[in-house]
């Protein structure tokens, strides 16, 4: 590939802000379902608001990774990495 193709890659923290919102809807999610299991050991069942609260704060960190998975695959398929 030419310099001009590498260059316009895009970064993985780029991709990780376009993949900010799932995060923060999968993360919401499993935070307000985990909070329902351990409702069974008597923890209080947290709140759909608090949880997406959660997601706002821990969408970001899991988010990353999945982003670099992705470049990972993209860069795979353009033959960066033979």
Do not use: T
């Not at 991709?15 to 299991?37: D, K, M, Q, R, T």
């Not at 050991?41 to 821990?58: D, H, I, K, R, T």
């Not at 969408?59 to 990774?65: K, N, V």
Request: avoid cysteine.
């Amino acid at each position: 590939m030419s310099e001009e193709d590498l260059s316009n890659r895009i970064s993985v923290r780029r991709l990780a802000l376009y993949l900010y919102p799932l995060g923060i809807g999968a993360v919401g999610i499993n935070l307000f379902f985990l909070s329902l299991i351990f409702s069974w050991v008597g923890w209080p069942v947290m709140s759909p608001y608090m949880a997406m609260a959660g997601g706002v704060v821990l969408g970001y960190p899991f988010a990353y990774p999945f982003a670099k998975h992705i470049r990972y695959l993209m860069d795979k398929s353009d033959g960066l990495l033979d």
